[in-house]
């Protein structure tokens, strides 16, 4: 019986009660190779709607911690995974995760997402409850991490895990992994997983608020490539994603296109890429 995983997005802040909140089209990519490999996967993204004041100019966008309580009392998982982004919401990560541990002790909590692969150890340094962090592109090694742990195996392995050594002569340290792998076959992840989250907020959160001078329609986004070779001072996409530039076939995106309007009726396609139209003759196949 494979352990069951429950994904939380981490709250945030903002400065107007009304947000446009694109897909979180990691999730999604990570809900479907999960999926994909046996593993029950459910995502609560508590972000979705409209933020309460919570001082001036200033908006919380998620759970009451009476609310997390009980959606994990009524969830108990396996394994909480946390995806946070910003720095401006990781206390209310860990207080997910204290919650987590208070609820169900044997719960193993993980923590990925920007945030993680800029910061690296600093989560596990200042959150005791968290078990596991992953650095960057998590597709293979969040999976790998669940076998490990579904089967009751050593996950010190795991290519960019941050973990804690127990066995430490200097106690419970914290070990750490880098980052070395990377997918260049993009075309063989499954596509994004859109039905295991709340795609009809995502898709319609355009109707409310405009985003990138589009007009009110409801739109997805695409992630036709991963990462760009540039090396630009003011991006961290290199962290999460490498410094490989590495590209979808045509044919791949073609495909997922087709099941936006097919499948999810979406107008308007965002394209998410770090470097979109470096292969001009692939953008102009494309």
């Known amino acids: 019986m494979s352990i069951e995983v429950f994904l939380v997005v981490a709250p945030i802040f903002a400065a107007q009660k009304q947000v446009h909140r694109t897909e979180l089209l990691g999730i999604e990519y990570l809900a479907g190779s999960a999926r994909e490999a046996g593993f029950p996967f459910e995502v609560w ?31 108990t998982p ?23 541990k208070r609820v169900s002790p044997q719960c193993t909590v993980i923590m990925g997402g920007l945030f993680v692969s800029v910061n690296l150890s600093l989560a596990m340094e200042e959150c005791g409850e ?24 050593d996950a010190s392995i795991v290519d960019g895990l941050i973990y804690r050594d127990g066995n430490s002569i200097h106690g419970n340290s914290i070990r750490s992994n880098p980052k070395t792998s990377y997918i260049d076959d993009l075309d063989a992840l499954p596509l994004p997983a ?49 410094q490989k530039w590495r590209p ?34 692939r953008a102009k196949e494309f």
């Open 130 to 153: 968290i078990d596991y962090c992953i650095i960057g592109e998590a597709d293979s090694s969040f999976i790998e991490l669940l076998k490990c742990l579904n089967a009751k195996e």
């Open 45 to 75: 993204d508590p972000t979705i709607g409209e933020g309460n004041p919570c001082g001036p100019g200033r908006f919380y966008f998620g759970p009451s911690d009476e609310e997390v309580e009980k959606r994990l009392r009524k969830t």
């Open 194 to 242: 859109r039905d295991l989250v709340p795609i009809d907020a995502y898709m319609n959160g355009s109707k409310d608020y405009q985003l990138y001078g589009l007009g009110f329609r409801p739109a997805l986004s695409l992630l036709s490539s991963r990462s760009c070779p540039m090396g630009c001072s003011f991006c961290n996409m290199h962290l999460v994603h490498g």
């Open 248 to 281: 979808r076939s045509v044919d791949s995106c073609i495909e997922e296109l087709a099941e936006m309007s097919n499948r999810w009726d979406a107008h308007h396609v965002f394209i998410m890429d770090d470097f979109w139209n470096l292969k001009k003759d």
């Open 78 to 100: 396996d394994i909480l995974a946390i995806s946070c982004h910003y720095g401006f919401s990781a206390e209310k990560a860990y207080s997910i995760a204290r919650i987590a």
